[in-house]
């Protein structure tokens, strides 16, 4: 596991952030984590990421409080990342990996359209989480096999944003590449 | 002959924006093959036929396939063992070339080292090639890779060092599905009519994932 210190810091973070129901620190402590997930492509690191993303839209969609599982999900949730944080600071990687782990096997747990809208927040946190390494410079399919996701997800996601924007991006005049592409189907 | 070499990040773009089928007219007049890899073929047909969401997209392209209007390598004789040895080696070298913390970053995958190593393979071989590719770090790694490393610092902040020399890659030729259907525009293979054609074509590229900015867009329809 790649920079176990720096993720410990964030995941203190988290739990204030969750007290003060600061769903845009969270978003910015998830993004954090992007950085090193870029550099180092690490699996934990990838999956703090995605988890902290989902834990700022569930906090952020208060309308999941009504339904009859939230209590046991999200005091379950909290748990998980609690204990993460105690193996992480007696440097127990394997018991810290296990903590995440559960916090995606209690979406099992859930019934009907909550656990639907969960899977969802974590399957759209992953596509999110895929779309901030490409727009690091990562390529996309790459990106992909990191996050277990589809590059079709990718695509039509980074697709949406303004990543192609970037000037840095531009490596050729146009009218050369359009030169090209008329040469080849001269 | 010449060829087209599809990468998985074009073929998506044009299949989600129903425009996979431009293919087959552009083709028609194309003096050469339009050619995918293995490991294309696996992101663009085999998996998403797994995948409910995009089957049926999968199963289009694969009928570009069967058709032969899309085909492998071997159609060309190219040695399936060289290529994925080529591939290997291009892997090998730019997953080794740009450094951050004192780590190398791996920055591309199978699909699109295939997609560079056929084109080397081509050039030895005096085949005129171009790839489509709309994602961009592969196109940045062959162009300007300086921009890369100014990319990769400047989302990082942190210094990234440009490692490996990565001139062996520079005389490859990379256009996007934007300019694929901007060629099918001027060719007349565009049967709409209504409205600024161009432009939304243009448009659903970028919004489908073509690394293309509104600027690059706004100068092509100058054009």
Known sequence: MQEPQHILEVLKEVKEAVKKEDNIKLKE????????SSIHQDADCIMVAVIIYSLSKIIERTNYREYPGW????????????????????????????????IRREINKLTGS???????????????????????????????????????????????????DVNLNITLPVKKRIKLAEDIFR | MKILIFDSSSLI??????????????????????????SVKYETIDRPLTIKKFGLAALKIKKLLDDKVLEMPESISIDEFELKEKAKEILRVTNISFSAKNEFMHI????????????????????????????????????????????????????????QDL???????????????????????????????????LYATKFKGASISRQEIEEMKRL
């Open chain 1, 29 to 36: 402590l998830s993004n954090q984590t992007v950085h090193s």
């Open chain 1, 71 to 102: 209590n046991n999900f999200f005091s379950s949730f909290m748990k998980h990342i609690n204990y993460a944080i105690i193996y992480l600071e007696k440097n127990d990687i394997d018991n810290f990996r296990e903590e995440l782990g559960k």
């Open chain 1, 114 to 164: 909550f656990k639907k809208h969960i899977q969802d927040v974590f399957k759209k946190a992953e596509i999110n989480k895929a779309s901030r390494i490409y727009e690091h410079g990562i390529s996309m399919e790459k990106t992909a096999k990191l996050l277990g996701i589809s590059i079709w997800d990718l695509a039509e996601y980074a697709g949406q944003t303004g990543i192609s």
């Open chain 2, 13 to 38: 773009t044009l299949t989600m924006n129903g425009l996979i089928d431009l293919l087959a007219d552009l083709k028609k007049g194309f003096n050469g093959k339009f050619l995918i890899t293995k």
């Open chain 2, 108 to 163: 591309i995958d199978d699909g699109e080292a295939s997609c560079l190593a056929l084109s080397l393979i081509l050039e030895k071989k005096k085949i005129e090639n171009v790839i489509v590719v709309d994602e961009r770090t592969t196109r940045m790694i062959g162009e300007k890779p300086e921009n890369l490393k100014k990319l990769f610092e400047s989302k990082l902040h942190t210094k990234v060092e440009l490692k």
């Open chain 2, 167 to 201: 001139s062996f890659l520079r005389n490859i030729k990379f256009i996007r599905s934007s300019e694929l259907v901007y060629i099918a525009y001027k060719k007349g293979l565009i049967k709409l009519k209504d409205g600024n054609v161009l432009d939304t074509l």
